[in-house]
């Protein structure tokens, strides 16, 4: 049984930083897709950035520059690297990992496996 638990989530002020971690276990994620969502109160959830084998990793253009994701496959464990946080980055951060089409990897539906998700909150 796949299980992805994602650890990091708080409480930061606006320019702060944070570090999200997310531990996959039940299968190797080493040769797949993983990456990040996050869902604000009323919003729809939206993509945040993935990581592919080959160091291949993609941005939402709101986050670029802000934001890294790396992995540490020997651990299979995607972390987030938060930093000169907005208030608009309030939001339940989600992992996701196992992609089925690579091509709409901006689409939740297109993502296999899911955490329940951290709350990061950035007060202005």
């Known amino acids: 049984q796949v299980q992805l638990v994602e650890s990091g989530g708080g409480l930061v002020q606006a320019g702060g930083s944070l570090r999200l971690s997310c531990a996959a276990s039940?299968?190797?994620?080493?040769?797949?897709?993983m990456g990040w969502f996050r869902q604000a109160p009323g919003k729809e959830r939206e993509f945040v950035a993935a990581?592919?084998?080959?160091?291949?990793?993609l941005y939402a253009d709101s986050v670029k520059g802000r934001f890294t994701i790396s992995r540490d496959n020997a651990e299979n464990t995607v972390y987030l690297q938060m930093t000169s946080l907005k208030p608009e980055d309030t939001a339940v951060y989600y992992c996701?990992?196992?992609?089925?089409?690579?091509?709409?990897?901006?689409?939740?539906?297109?993502?296999?496996?899911w955490g329940k998700g951290t709350l990061v909150t950035v007060s202005s």
């Open positions: 996701a990992a196992g992609i089925r089409n690579g091509l709409r990897y901006q689409a939740p539906g297109s993502w296999n496996y």
């Open positions: 039940g299968r190797s994620f080493s040769l797949s897709a």
């Open positions: 990581s592919w084998s080959g160091s291949i990793t």
